[in-house]
């Protein structure tokens, strides 16, 4: 807190130490957008000195990517210009490898019973268009010299995620470099034990702590409607084929191929591929990877089947074997329940069940208020950046529904205006209340940075996109989301609103 009010002088706006504001800074969804537009908006937060005075950053989805990319280095705030250079470099540079995602592939479905398509999707998706498969682990980012706003990263429980639950205090879930787990009702557990094999608060089996390549691809799990997702996975799904064809061949080279069940088998699944629709893709493949499985797996118990070109086969079945299930069961953020048979937790559908499906936040709220809003937290100023490609006020209104049916303090807000202003926004909005957290709201692409083209920049930065953008399309994004605050009318509007919480 002492780093905050020394910050706060600096902006000549002093308080007692008893009195400093809690401020938090929200990143909304939107996939790539959202990465690289929070990337600008934190660096023009800290050249106009105002970074230092937040004392919570909160992201989903595509905002936890940009997070976790800067979070690995405690001093980030003073270093965004280079980090932000490394950012456009990584992301236009391409380093993707095919060899990489198998390998990862390959030891999540060995080393993880808990095997989602999460795994597929992060390993998978998410490197390619990051350009980025990140071992490290959120718990190192864990730092107890507050050079930095404390990061929360936003998920939700898809098990009981619905409609009317959207709303609910229930399915809201928080990573934090010290801790994971359900705010209501009150469950965490030690970030280095997430996904561990607990038994009412007993450690049972610790398991490796997930790696932010994982986490990146639960935090960012719903950039497109399921039916395009599906789509995506089996394109995908495609390239893994036509790399199964040729090690099928290699493997068989030194066998008579006619006199192989085995490889007649390979031969037919192969084959069919191509022929089926996609919708009959997902189901037929289970069925004939099943009876491919057990009949490779009987021939593999030939000695000369675990030794290479014919490992190379089974590794690489297992996988779309694994891949093909899930897709017909769509089973998504899988993890052991740590709050399992906890008889301290009053939620019986919570620890009833000893496995958890955690997904992207966005598909309940795509900005974390709920996170940043509870009460221990005590934060009275938020800086909402709202990188959604539908309506911007969608946030902002669902928080205010969200509020208002959990009894948490929240302003009023003008709907009839912000339904006026939805596809033609302005730049900032303030809502505010006695008795309340006061709220600026900053829409990406507004009537100010976009001068009468929102909807050309919008179609130009997709949610849903497989590949990265040019290095010159990186910094036109990053240069709008910093006009959003080097604005001197905004600037001056939101030191206004710094000024009046720190009274």
């Not at 398509?117 to 490290?136: K, P, Q």
């Not at 891949?323 to 998504?332: E, G, M, R």
């Not at 006061?438 to 507004?446: A, Y």
Request: charged share 30%; with cysteine; proline share 4%.
């Amino acid at each position: 807190m002492e780093n905050v009010r020394q910050s706060l002088h600096k902006l000549k706006i002093d308080c007692s130490q008893d009195n400093v504001p809690g401020i938090a800074v929200l990143g909304s969804g939107g996939g790539l957008r959202a990465m690289i537009a929070l990337q600008g908006t934190l660096r023009e937060l800290e050249n106009q000195n105002l970074l230092g005075i937040v004392k919570y950053l909160c992201g989903v989805s595509g905002s936890t990517w940009c997070m976790s990319y800067l979070y690995k280095d405690e001093d980030w705030p003073k270093k965004l210009p280079t980090l932000e250079d490394g950012l456009c470099e990584k992301l236009a540079g391409g380093s993707w490898k095919m060899s990489k995602v198998l390998d990862a592939l390959g030891a999540a479905v060995d080393e993880d019973d808990e095997y989602s398509l999460t795994d597929f999707w992060a390993y998978a998706i998410i490197y390619e268009v990051l350009n980025e498969l990140d071992e490290t682990l959120l718990s190192e980012q864990a730092s107890e010299k507050g050079k930095a706003p404390y990061p929360i990263y936003a998920a939700v429980d898809g098990k009981r995620l619905t409609e009317a639950s959207k709303t609910s205090k229930e399915i809201w879930f928080e990573f934090t470099p010290h801790e994971a787990g359900f705010p209501s009702p009150g469950g965490f557990v030690s970030t280095t034990h997430f996904g561990s094999e607990f038994e009412n608060a007993e450690l049972k089996k610790k398991n490796k702590e997930k790696n932010i390549c994982y986490l990146r691809g639960l935090w960012g799990s719903a950039l497109a409607s399921s039916e395009e997702i599906k789509k995506a996975i089996i394109d995908y799904l495609e390239q893994l084929w036509s790399i199964f064809e040729k090690k099928v061949d290699a493997a068989f080279l030194q066998e008579e191929k006619n006199q192989s069940e085995t490889y007649r088998m390979l031969s037919v699944l192969k084959d069919k591929w191509n022929l089926l629709s996609q919708d009959a893709q997902v189901q037929d493949y289970v069925t004939l990877s099943e009876i491919l499985e057990k009949e490779f797996a009987e021939t593999a118990k030939q000695t000369h089947l675990h030794e290479e070109p014919f490992i190379g086969v089974w590794k690489l079945l297992k996988i779309v074997d694994k891949i093909l299930h899930l897709l017909y069961t769509w089973t998504w953020g899988s993890n052991r329940n740590f709050l399992y048979k906890c008889r301290d937790i009053q939620s019986g559908d919570l620890t009833n069940d000893d496995i958890i499906s955690l997904v992207d936040a966005a598909l309940a709220i795509n900005s974390a208020y709920p996170l940043i809003l509870r009460p221990e937290r005590k934060v009275n100023l938020i800086l909402s950046f709202d990188f959604s490609s539908g309506d911007p006020f969608e946030t902002v209104k669902m928080a205010a529904k969200y509020c208002m049916e959990n009894n948490v303090p929240f302003p009023k807000i003008d709907e009839k205006t912000l339904e006026k202003d939805k596809d033609n926004p302005e730049d900032c909005y303030i809502f505010k209340e006695e008795n309340a957290p006061t709220v600026i709201h900053i829409p990406l692409f507004n009537r100010v940075n976009c001068e009468g083209k929102i909807k050309e920049w919008k179609d130009k930065y997709s949610t849903f996109r497989l590949s990265s953008y040019t290095d010159q399309e990186i910094r036109d994004l990053l240069r709008v989301a910093k006009q959003n605050v080097s604005n001197p009318k905004t600037k001056q509007r939101i030191l206004a609103e710094i000024q009046n919480a720190a009274k």
